[in-house]
């Protein structure tokens, strides 16, 4: 979908997460896309007064680059309808569920959506004991980008049972998310909206080249290789697309997401399970997002406008709420 016209969009980025400095990237590889297009961009780095400052630039629509929390949680999404603004992306509803993995379970699972079972722990207790049998994966409930992720396994550095001084997310985090390790391939899925709904693109299976695909492993070049489209079988492809939109019609998603998997080739499509949908993808040059849209024939300048176009529509749409 393009745009009619050319647009005032506020580009919000950076933020105070632990994402800022993707999130400053995402900012402004968009910010230039939308110049590049002829559209008037007013960048504004996330700050405690951001609401007076997009007021005061009273821009057409906000693209919202911001990753993490509060950009990525429902806060920032509430402040925009509440100030009647456009902006791209999810709502607010989508937003807060979306990034608690445990809710975001609750809301997939049901709807056939296959993910990891599991449970929320208390830090403290993991100096006790193991929640699971090992191997098993501790993660943040609340934050993305493999942010604070740790692989518990028998034969690991982080003691039997975990030792209080091993660096890990329980230092960071009061409580976390207990999973079963699976084994396998990590995939990924975008969606993006359109005029005639949401549309998953490809599968890209991520093979770090050491070790997991953490955060830095998805932010520095070369660290990892992005196969793209995944070397698997035609059923296996067929499901991911079918949970990606599945998963981005199920929350509610707007504009574009990008949900991601963990695939045990060994156990066929019982072994596919969903990991999360992220409704706040990168948009930088190393993205998944961007890379799997050139794929399809989208240059990163008509993702953009894409994703704007999108805003447009549903605040139009719903009356000038974010639906």
């Known amino acids: 979908m393009s745009l009619d016209r050319k647009y005032h969009v506020a580009v919000l980025m950076g933020g105070w997460a632990n994402e800022r400095p993707v999130s400053l990237m995402s900012g402004e590889g968009v910010a230039k896309a939308l ?20 007021a005061e630039a009273a821009p057409d629509v906000v693209f919202n680059a911001l990753h993490g929390v509060p950009g990525e949680d429902g806060t920032v999404q509430g402040m925009f309808d509440l100030m009647g603004i456009p902006y791209t992306h999810s709502g607010l509803a989508t937003s807060v569920i979306a990034i608690d993995k445990e809710l975001t379970k609750q809301a997939l699972v049901p709807h056939g959506v296959p993910m990891p079972g599991g449970r929320i722990v208390r830090s403290e207790d993991l100096f006790e004991r193991d929640p699971l049998p090992r191997p098993y994966v501790l993660k943040p409930v609340n934050e993305g ?12 550095n982080y003691g039997n049972p975990i030792a209080r001084d091993a660096k890990g997310p329980w230092q960071e985090f009061a409580s976390l998310l207990a999973e079963p390790y699976i084994r396998g391939r990590e995939m990924t899925v975008a969606v993006i909206d359109g005029p005639e709904g949401p549309r998953a693109l490809t599968v890209t299976e991520l093979v770090p080249k050491s070790g997991f695909y953490d955060f830095d492993a998805k932010y520095t070049d070369g660290m990892t290789e992005h196969v793209c489209p995944a070397q698997i079988p035609d059923n296996i492809a067929a499901l991911c697309l079918d949970y990606a939109v599945r998963a981005h019609r199920v929350l509610g998603c707007k504009g574009c997401s990008r949900t991601d998997f963990r695939w045990d080739d060994e156990q066929g499509e019982d072994g596919l399970f969903v990991l999360e949908t992220n409704t706040q993808p990168g948009m930088t040059p190393l993205s998944l997002v961007p890379e799997q849209a050139r794929h399809c024939g989208m240059s990163y300048e008509d ?18 709420k974010h639906g």
């Open 35 to 54: 110049e590049a297009r002829g559209h008037r961009v007013t960048r504004i780095d996330m700050d405690r007064q951001v609401a007076a400052r997009i």
């Open 145 to 156: 980008s493999s942010v604070g992720v740790a692989i518990v396994t028998a034969d690991g």
């Open 303 to 320: 993702l953009v406008e894409a994703i704007v176009a999108e805003a447009m529509r549903v605040h139009q749409k719903g009356g000038g």
